[in-house]
Structures are given as structure tokens and as C-alpha cells.
């Protein structure tokens, strides 16, 4: 599967965004799917993940209340909507994919499939 994350900005604190990460490939539905996020200088750190259903969703307690998770089967599209931005949920998103439900969902290593990343930026 080839993943496509869209979505980012600019925005004032307090604002609101919504990424979309594109699917191609006919197995989308079957797919465990995640978000994850890099700042400057800083690892790669979980955000969201979403079972191939729907079904079953799972935060960072960070963004736990401001953020949501969904996907469309039937449009092999993911998204995040984030709410309430903060100056530090600055950093470049990547949406994520694996065949199989991670062991460890929040893990990078689990995941076999990255889009190439849109970049957040939440101002003061």
C-alpha cells in the first residue's frame, strides 16, 4: 500500500486541523492504520491508531480529548482531526500502515508502510 498524508498548515493556537492520509491499493480495509509525529530535533513519537474496522482507536494522553481518529473504508482514507492546537503539537505528521494489528501499536518499527509526512505548524 502506498500512503499519501495531506492537511497541513498554519494555525493559531487554540485552532483546528484536519489531516487526511490517501490509500492506494485494494486491501486498504485491511489494514491496521496510526499517525505519528516528528518535531525538530526529536524522535518520531506516536499519535493515533485505528483498527481496519474503525472499531478500535487509541490516543497519546497528550492529545487525548483534542484529537480523533477515523478512516473510510470505502474512500481508503484516514484522518485526524485535531482540535484545541498547542504551539507543541508542532512537527511533521506521518500517517502509517501495517497488514497486521501492531503488537505494539504506538512502536514506529511496526509499522511497514509510511507516508511522506505534512508539516503542522501551531503559532503562539
Known amino acids: 500500500v502506498q500512503l499519501q498524508a495531506s492537511g497541513g498548515g498554519l494555525v493559531q493556537a487554540g485552532g483546528s486541523l484536519r489531516l487526511s492520509c490517501a490509500a492506494s491499493g485494494r486491501t486498504y480495509s485491511s489494514y491496521f492504520m496510526g499517525w505519528f509525529r516528528q518535531a525538530p530535533s526529536e524522535e518520531r513519537e506516536f499519535v493515533a491508531a485505528i483498527s481496519w474496522s474503525g472499531g478500535s482507536t487509541y490516543y497519546t494522553d497528550s492529545v487525548k480529548g483534542r484529537f480523533t481518529i477515523s478512516r473510510d473504508n470505502a474512500k481508503n482514507t484516514m484522518y485526524l482531526q485535531m482540535n484545541s492546537l498547542k504551539p507543541e503539537d508542532t512537527a511533521v505528521y506521518y500517517c502509517?500502515?501495517?497488514?497486521?494489528?501492531?503488537?505494539?501499536?504506538?512502536?514506529?518499527?511496526?509499522?511497514?508502510?509510511w507516508g511522506q509526512g505534512t508539516l503542522v505548524t501551531v503559532s503562539s
Open positions: 502509517a500502515a501495517d497488514r497486521n494489528r501492531p503488537s505494539r501499536y504506538s512502536y514506529t518499527g511496526d509499522y511497514a508502510y
